[in-house]
């Protein structure tokens, strides 16, 4: 089996690899995806003679990590042929990846998979929470704070007005927002500008100057909305409004990928009302593959903490990560002392990204100061160490944005 990189002329048999592995994939609907010629910079392909037999995407991909930015790989297909399942050609393909992501100065990976528990064992850990609200018109409060701000609506398909409004907002959220936003290569952040059913609606004030963003669509009198962002209250009251002069031609919605402190208290009046139901459920997907953990621990940590803390990493994928790390008095460095804490690389992530706290993976028994089998799970008292790893590493509101 050869693995190698391989260009657009292999567009096709990977559109046939998708088909047989994704029964959502439409390829109509990825036309410009395929086409853009940004998607193609490292894109690998496995081989059993000169037959393709498994196809893996990967870009460039920067975002923003307890708002410090890394370039970052952003894994978006990956497909292998039935026949050819289950012979560790992923696996093999992500190595060949990673390895050029090294040599590049890139510390980490992301994707949104199609099985968890697959990339957990490849050392990836879900890094970023999403929501996804479902509800009836009738929940939505009136209440509006009057604002200066202007709203400009369209289809987003061949409209330049459009496209112009999405990528200053896009901008401001970048520079301003505190979640994790990113900037993508073009046949991803474009792709919504080919889609023949997709509007959008930018809150604007007398400056020019974006406040919020929506993207959605309408369909049988419901509206889904793939993209709500706000950088202010003006901007979330200004989409609100544009939301309720829909009374007459939407009587649902689904809003989709929103971050976990979304004030929900500002934009419904009710939870459930005459027999009306609003729906939150946990859509977080995205996972992050750290690559090297000395560099981003030093790179993410609070460097204020005057005490320190020992830990010792574990990653069966890469042994050269397998790694004793003190952390403290400003500094990470490699140490032969005993461990007073142990995690495994998947649970790094979370823990970096700020979505789980060291209190919260000790109590699961994924940050273990001694056996895991015994941990409190009332109310008990935190080892110290823990505490100190938590000063270092404190809990922060994660988002997957985009």
């Given at each position: 089996m050869e693995i190698r990189r391989i260009d657009s002329s292999y567009k096709d048999k990977i559109v046939e690899i998708f088909l047989m592995s994704f029964e959502y994939f439409e390829p109509e609907e990825s036309e410009f995806f395929f086409s853009d010629p940004s998607l193609w910079e490292y894109v690998w392909g496995a081989f059993?003679?000169?037959?393709?037999?498994a196809a893996y995407i990967s870009y460039k991909y920067l975002a923003k990590i307890r708002t410090k930015p890394f370039e970052c790989r952003y894994v978006e297909a990956v497909?292998?042929?039935?026949?050819?399942?289950?012979?560790?050609?992923?696996?093999?393909?992500?190595?060949?990846?990673?390895?050029?992501?090294?040599?590049?100065?890139v510390n980490f990976l992301m994707l949104d998979p199609f099985k968890h528990d697959f990339y957990v064992r490849l050392g990836f850990g879900l890094g970023f929470e999403s929501l996804d609200f479902k509800f009836d018109f009738s929940l939505l409060s009136d209440e509006i704070e009057e604002n200066n701000l202007n709203i400009f609506s369209g289809k987003l398909l061949n409209?330049?007005?459009?496209?112009?409004?999405?990528?200053?907002?896009?901008k401001v959220l970048w520079e301003t927002s505190r979640y994790t936003e990113a900037i993508e290569i073009n046949a991803c952040s474009q792709e919504i500008f080919h889609m023949k059913d997709l509007f959008g609606a930018v809150a604007v004030d007398k400056a020019g100057m974006p406040h919020a963003?929506?993207?959605?669509?309408?369909?049988?009198?419901?509206?889904?909305?793939?993209?709500?962002?706000?950088?202010?209250?003006?901007?979330?009251?200004?989409?609100?409004?544009?939301?309720?002069?829909?009374?007459?031609?939407i009587a649902t919605f689904e809003m989709n990928r929103m971050p976990p402190d979304f004030p929900v208290e500002l934009f419904f009046h009710s939870r459930w009302q005459a027999g009306k139901e609003l729906?939150?459920?946990?859509?977080?997907?995205?996972?992050?593959?750290?690559?090297?953990?000395?560099t981003v621990i030093r790179e993410l940590m609070n460097g204020s903490?005057?005490?320190?803390?020992?830990?010792?990493?574990?990653?069966?994928?890469?042994?050269?990560?397998?790694?004793?790390?003190?952390?403290?008095?400003?500094?990470?460095?490699?140490?032969?002392?005993?461990?007073?804490?142990?995690?495994a690389i998947s649970d790094l992530a979370p823990l970096l990204t700020g979505r789980l706290s060291p209190t919260r993976l000790w109590r699961h028994g994924r940050l273990r100061t001694d056996s895991w089998k015994n941990v409190p799970w009332g109310i008990s008292e935190v080892p110290e160490k823990v505490k100190v790893l938590e000063s270092i590493f404190p809990p922060f509101i994660t988002h997957n944005a985009n």
């Open positions: 059993d003679d000169e037959k393709l037999v497909a292998t042929l039935p026949e050819y399942r289950n012979k560790g050609i992923t696996k093999a393909i992500l190595l060949k990846d990673i390895q050029e992501a090294l040599q590049s100065g409209s330049a007005e459009m496209e112009e409004l999405i990528e200053k907002a896009r963003m929506m993207v959605y669509r309408k369909k049988e009198r419901k509206m889904e909305v793939s993209n709500f962002s706000f950088i202010d209250l003006a901007g979330l009251f200004a989409l609100k409004r544009f939301m309720l002069n829909h009374r007459d031609q729906k939150i459920e946990d859509a977080s997907s995205r996972m992050v593959r750290i690559l090297d953990p000395l903490i005057s005490e320190t803390v020992v830990i010792k990493i574990k990653d069966k994928l890469l042994p050269q990560n397998n790694l004793t790390i003190k952390i403290g008095k400003g500094t990470a460095r490699l140490s032969e002392a005993p461990n007073d804490l142990e995690i």
